[in-house]
């Protein structure tokens, strides 16, 4: 999922709206006296900062020094754009399968100068495939449903298309990345495959924001732990979650944007 919130179906779509699809559109504002609940706002007559403002919850992303962003799993641009905004200087490469999704993103995307997209999806071979085009665009995957469907019933309805899958060590051989590369990774199970075509650009990649699973939510995906086993052998250190997912069944964690960043 990649957009999803913990609300009721039927405010899905005012959700979505609001939010906007995608990693950094799931970073949902709220209050800050919920968090401060319990917590002195002043210590010896001086104001206790807790939280980050609004202007401050970026600066250490903006520190690193990030000259190129790749967006693997792009869908329409939702992240691209906020990226955009966080790192205005960065090249931007972004990668979706889906046709109709490609379009709209060329669309969103098409007054920014410093990005340039791709109709192809990311793995770790090129071949030619069909992937589950969901009724619910963001859940699309190449791989089939598994608990998915269970926890956000509404996403049970798919058709096929033919894709393209190509590399990202095979197209980084024809695009200028500088280093401090920010890898994004939102593919819907196909994580470990996108990593593993991934190998010699993650030389020089700085930090990756990847989605990863609690549940097997599309069968046979790798879930956290198989994928922190990889990026830590690969000398990345997990730095935490931007946020959660939560099942609206139950309630219980399905995914999280996980933050990795190199040694």
Same mark, same amino acid.
């Given at each position: ?46 104001? $206790? ?10 600066? @250490? ?169 990889? $990026? ?9 979650? @931007? ?21």
């Amino acid at each position: 999922m990649k957009a999803l919130v913990n609300t009721p179906l039927n405010l899905i779509g005012l959700e979505l709206k609001r939010t906007g699809k995608g990693l950094l559109g799931k970073f949902v504002s709220t209050r800050r006296s919920t968090y401060l609940t319990g917590f002195p706002t002043h210590i010896k007559g001086f104001p $206790l900062k807790i939280l980050p403002s609004e202007e401050d919850k970026f600066k @250490w992303l903006q520190n690193m020094n990030i000259k190129t962003v790749i967006d693997v799993g792009a869908h329409t641009g939702e992240f691209a754009l906020k990226i955009h905004k966080i790192l205005p200087d960065a090249r931007i490469y972004s990668f979706e399968p889906l046709k109709d999704c490609f379009e709209k993103l060329n669309k969103n995307l098409k007054n920014i100068t410093n990005f340039q997209c791709f109709n192809v999806a990311l793995g770790e071979k090129l071949q030619e495939t069909e992937i589950h085009h969901n009724d619910f665009s963001p859940s699309s995957s190449l791989l089939k449903l598994g608990e998915h469907k269970d926890h956000f019933p509404f996403t049970q309805g798919s058709t096929k298309e033919i894709i393209q899958v190509d590399t990202l060590d095979s197209f980084a051989q024809k695009l200028n990345l500088p280093k401090n590369i920010l890898l994004k990774i939102d593919v819907q199970g196909f994580e470990d495959k996108v990593i593993a075509g991934s190998l010699s650009t993650l030389s020089d990649v700085k930090l990756i924001i990847i989605e990863t699973s609690f549940k097997e939510l599309y069968k046979s995906q790798p879930l956290f732990s198989d994928i922190y086993h990889i $990026l830590t052998k690969l000398d990345f250190i997990y730095l935490g979650s @931007w946020s959660q997912i939560k099942s609206p069944i139950d309630g219980s964690p399905c995914q999280e944007d996980s933050i990795f960043i190199k040694r």
